[in-house]
């Protein structure tokens, strides 16, 4: 079966800092999904950033960025110019490839928080 | 935009009582799912569907079950809820048609048994 491993329960980062969440994984495959998920304070969960695994280049989505080690199965998250709006709960999650009946596999989350 | 909607945000129960737990998509998902939140535990695969009438468990499916009879809906039931099932519950649905392997969620509702 498939884990995911968030290793960081809770981090902290200036407003306008860096900051990185760590994710690890394990898996069989060769080939599935790998997402950030965000859930602030409204508790709805919105996708954050995708990858592909078959794609070498790490995915990019304005201030958010992933470096994807595929071989270390490894899937952090960097979060450019903190802002406060980007409190909230970050999962990471995982998902086979091959059609979308099966569900994602959430690491325990990672809470962020933004000091102004 | 895809919506999900659940029919409570806010759920109060006593133990023993069947609950039954409402979703609803409006983007024509072939696939839908159940999770529980649990704070430290993170989000666990109660059950999902990938077609009507078609179910399958997930990583908990125990105290639980679940009925779709149309597409667009999902329902998740408590036959008779107990105090450990005091939880988050977020539905959510995927397509088959791009974005691929994108789950939609609903906001959630927040079940306490007593």
């Known amino acids: 079966a498939q884990t995911v491993t968030q290793s960081q329960p809770e981090m902290s980062v200036q407003e306008a800092e860096t900051v990185t969440l760590s994710c690890t994984y394990d898996?069989?495959?060769?080939?599935?999904?790998l997402f950030w998920y965000k859930q602030p304070p409204s508790r709805q969960m919105i996708l954050v950033i995708r990858q592909e695994a078959y794609k070498q280049q790490n995915a990019t989505e304005n201030r958010f960025s992933v470096n994807f080690q595929k071989a270390a199965k490894s899937f952090s998250l960097k979060i450019s110019d903190s802002q406060l709006g980007d409190a909230a709960m970050y999962f990471c999650?995982?998902?086979?490839?091959?059609?979308?009946?099966?569900?994602?596999?959430f690491g325990k989350g990672t809470h962020l928080i933004i000091q102004p | 935009d895809v919506k999900v909607t659940q029919s409570s945000r806010y759920l109060v129960k006593r133990t023993g009582e069947k609950v039954f737990l409402e979703c609803v998509q409006d983007?024509?998902?072939?696939?839908m799912f159940w999770y529980r939140q649990d704070p430290g535990l993170g989000l666990r695969l109660i059950y999902f569907?990938?077609?009507?009438?078609?179910?399958e468990k997930g990583d908990i499916p125990e105290g639980y079950s679940v009925s779709r009879e149309k597409k667009e809906r999902f329902s998740l039931i408590l036959e008779s809820a107990s105090t450990n099932q005091t939880s988050m519950y977020l539905c959510?649905?995927?397509?088959?048609?791009?974005?691929?392997?994108?789950?939609?969620f609903g906001p959630g509702t927040r079940l306490t048994v007593l």
């Open positions: 959510a649905s995927i397509g088959r048609a791009p974005p691929y392997n994108e789950q939609f």
């Open positions: 569907s990938y077609d009507v009438k078609m179910k």
């Open positions: 983007m024509d998902h072939e696939n």
């Open positions: 999650a995982y998902k086979r490839s091959g059609g979308g009946a099966d569900g994602l596999t």
């Open positions: 898996t069989s495959e060769s080939d599935y999904y």
